[in-house]
Each structure stands twice: as structure tokens, then as C-alpha cells.
């Protein structure tokens, strides 16, 4: 006689087919769900980071309309607030660079569709040649793609509207003067940017970033575990956003120190220590990629890890960590450049404990990763070496266990 229930080889009862789809459901759905929760996570923060934006745009609009339309009456207000937008558009730092294209694009435009207009006429085929030509004289005066863009749409607007529309040229001009005036007044005066705030929010993923790849290497090494190594190291190397958008936001603070009378003073303070540290910071993530490959190439070979050697790596890991805190609370990162230094102390005991060829490049990357730290902090280069040499202590042969 069969027995209703068969039984597993433990005894229990196994699970019918419909308990393991149901199951399987319920996982999907659990992931599903927290997909979700962090997609809706992420668009929250992406509002919160460009929500100023938002603003600053809807009232650079607002007053370039204004300006051009009630105090300038122009017959065409509507190229000043485009401008202003498209101003504002541009990357933090290259606004007021991005004003300067916007004019130089629209003259040439102007002039060529102009100057093309009295000779030839109008009709699709003059169309074409005067955007071409408008966009090869903007190629040869500057190069730029904002001043292309502006350029061949301004000849188009000339060529299509002109017979329609007396008088366009002054109200394009004008229009693409007052947008990008009011712009960067906007960004300056009335809404300016809290430069040391656009650097934390920039610096912080890629500083973050660099902390817990180190942290991770030093597990690895104390541990042995050359796929943790490995997996740190393809992490780190999807740095290009965070790097960029350091790069783009030290732009940006110098700009806004430099435009708004209300962060003047911060041009040589924590805005200018902040904003000189991207370069340094960005080979720091570089060597530190090199630190870690070589940590992998260690593992695998089966070299000597002396105690010090994953210590070095937590102690650098903990200098970026108290660069991070330290420039975002607007202090001098004196307590970061200290314990960077011990980054180095630990680690010249390590190699004089005795470390292999792939060790001694790991060594190597912990002094140069200091170095840039150091830099980064704002000694100068000849400074960081200095202490970095001094600090290591006694170069002596390694010996191999």
C-alpha cells in the first residue's frame, strides 16, 4: 500500500510543486519590490540634487522675459528665456562660459544669415547653405558645440522667419544677452549655489567609493581571499562618473566663489582646498587601482603577508575617510595628513618584516596613494615626498619567509 505522504530522507514532509511556485513568486516579488524601492530611492535623491536647479531656471526665465519684454520691449522676448534655460542647463562650473557661446553663436548666425540673405534670398537650398556656412565660420571661431548648435539655429530662425518677421536679428541678439545676464545674476546674486555643498554632494561618492575598496583589500589580504581583491578592484574601476562629476563640481565651486559676492571669501578657504583636491584625489583612485591589482597578484602567488601589510591598507582607507569628514566640515585636514603618515609608518614595517615582489609594489602604491593624499590635503608635492620618505623609515631589504 502507498503511503498518502511520502517522506523525505530527513523524514519531513517535502514540499508540494505549488508551495515551490509560490515560493519562487514570493521572491520575485521581494525583489521586485526592493528594485523599486531603490529605483524611487534614487529619483528622490537625483529631484533633491537638481531640485535648485529647477528653481534657478523657472526664475532666470521669469526675469529674462521681463526684462526683455517690459523694460527692452522686444518684439521677440521668447530667445531670452530660452537662453537663460540653456544657460543654466550647462554643467555647474561652465555657465558662465556656456553665456559667452550662446553670443557668439547667435552673431555669427546673425551675420551669416544676414549677409547671405541680401545676396541669395530665401528658398529650402539657401536654407541649407547658410547653416552650413553659419556652422563652419562658428567651427573655425571657436570650435565649441554650444556655439554650432546656436549658430545654426539662429541661421535657420534668420532664413525661415526674416521674410515674416521684420527686425529679428537685434531681438535674437538682445534676447540671448539678457537670458544669459540673467542666468549667471541668478546663479550669482539672487540663488547662488553653496559651493562647498556642490563639492560634498560631488566628492562624496567617489571618496566613498575609494574608502570601501581599500577596506575591502585589507580584508582580502588578511584573509587571503584573492575573488574579495579581485571584486574591489573591478568596483573601483567603475570610477568614471564619480570622478567627472568631481571634476565638474570643483568647476563649479570656483565659479561660484568666484561670481557671487556671497562666497568671495571662500575662494582661498575650504572652497579652494576643496576644489584643488580633485586632481590629487583622482590619481589617489588610480594608484589605489594599482595597490589592488598588485594585492590580487599577491594572493594568488602565495607571497608572504606580514600583519602590518592589510593594516597599512585600513590605515589608508581610514586617512581618505577623515579627508572626506574634514574637507566637507570646512576644516584643514590636519588629523587626515596624519593618519595618512601612519599609512606609511605601517606599511615600512611590513616590508621590513618581509614581503615578496608583488608585496613591495603593494608597499610601493601605499607610499605614492599617501603622497597624493598628502597633496590632496595641500602640502605641495616636494612636501608629501619629503614626509612620506621620512616616515617610511629605514629602506632595507625585505627578507623572505
Given at each position: 500500500m502507498v503511503a498518502a505522504g511520502r517522506r523525505g530522507a530527513d523524514g519531513g514532509t517535502p514540499a508540494s510543486a505549488g508551495d515551490t511556485v509560490q515560493g519562487g513568486q514570493a521572491a520575485t516579488f521581494v525583489r521586485l519590490r526592493d528594485r523599486a524601492a531603490a529605483t524611487l530611492r534614487d529619483r528622490f535623491r537625483r529631484v533633491r540634487a537638481i531640485g535648485g536647479l529647477a528653481v534657478q531656471a523657472g526664475l532666470a526665465a521669469a526675469l529674462s522675459w521681463l526684462?526683455?519684454?517690459e523694460l527692452l520691449h522686444l518684439s521677440q522676448p521668447v530667445f531670452a528665456p530660452i537662453s537663460a534655460v540653456a544657460t543654466l542647463a550647462a554643467s555647474v562650473?561652465?555657465?558662465?562660459?556656456?553665456?559667452?557661446?550662446?553670443?557668439?553663436?547667435?552673431?555669427v548666425g546673425v551675420l551669416v544669415g544676414d549677409l547671405l540673405l541680401t545676396v541669395i534670398g530665401t528658398g529650402w537650398w539657401q536654407l541649407g547653405l547658410i547653416v552650413v556656412l553659419a556652422i563652419v565660420v562658428a567651427l573655425f571661431l571657436a570650435g565649441s558645440a554650444a556655439v554650432v548648435i546656436q549658430a545654426g539655429a539662429t541661421a535657420v530662425l534668420i532664413t525661415t522667419l526674416s521674410p515674416s518677421v521684420h527686425d529679428l536679428e537685434i531681438p535674437r541678439f538682445v534676447g540671448a544677452l539678457v537670458g544669459g545676464g540673467t542666468a549667471l545674476l541668478v546663479t550669482a546674486v539672487l540663488l547662488p549655489l553653496n559651493p562647498l555643498r556642490v563639492l560634498n554632494r560631488a566628492a562624496r561618492p567617489a571618496l566613498d567609493l575609494l574608502v570601501a575598496q581599500l577596506d575591502a583589500t585589507a580584508d582580502a589580504l588578511a584573509e587571503r581571499d584573492a575573488t574579495c581583491a579581485r571584486t574591489a578592484l573591478g568596483k573601483l574601476r567603475q570610477n568614471k562618473d564619480e570622478l567627472k562629476a568631481?571634476?565638474?563640481a570643483t568647476q563649479g565651486a570656483r565659479e561660484a566663489s568666484t561670481l557671487s559676492p556671497l562666497h568671495w571669501h571662500e575662494r582661498h578657504g575650504p572652497v579652494g582646498r576643496y576644489a584643488r583636491a580633485a586632481e590629487p584625489v583622482d590619481r589617489a583612485m588610480r594608484n589605489s587601482g594599482t595597490l589592488i591589482r598588485r594585492a590580487v597578484t599577491l594572493i594568488e602567488d602565495g607571497e608572504p603577508v606580514p600583519e602590518p601589510l592589510p593594516r597599512a591598507v585600513a590605515e589608508l582607507a581610514e586617512a581618505v575617510r577623515l579627508l572626506k569628514r574634514q574637507f566637507a566640515a570646512g576644516d584643514e585636514p590636519k588629523r587626515a595628513r596624519q593618519q595618512a603618515l601612519r599609512a606609511?609608518?605601517?606599511?615600512?614595517?611590513?616590508?621590513?618584516?618581509?614581503v615578496g615582489?608583488?608585496?613591495a609594489v603593494v608597499v610601493a602604491q601605499?607610499?605614492?596613494?599617501?603622497s597624493d593624499?598628502?597633496?590632496?590635503?595641500?602640502?605641495?608635492?616636494?612636501e608629501a615626498n619629503r614626509?612620506?620618505?621620512?616616515?617610511?623609515?629605514?629602506?632595507?631589504?625585505?627578507?623572505?619567509?
Open positions: 526684462v526683455a519684454h562650473g561652465q555657465r558662465l562660459r556656456r553665456t559667452v557661446e550662446l553670443i557668439i553663436g547667435v552673431t568631481l571634476v565638474e606609511v609608518e605601517v606599511a615600512g614595517q611590513a616590508y621590513r618584516e618581509g615582489f608583488s608585496g601605499v607610499r605614492t596613494t599617501v593624499l598628502l597633496v590632496a590635503a595641500g602640502s605641495t608635492q616636494e614626509l612620506v620618505r621620512r616616515t617610511f623609515g629605514v629602506l632595507r631589504a625585505p627578507r623572505h619567509q
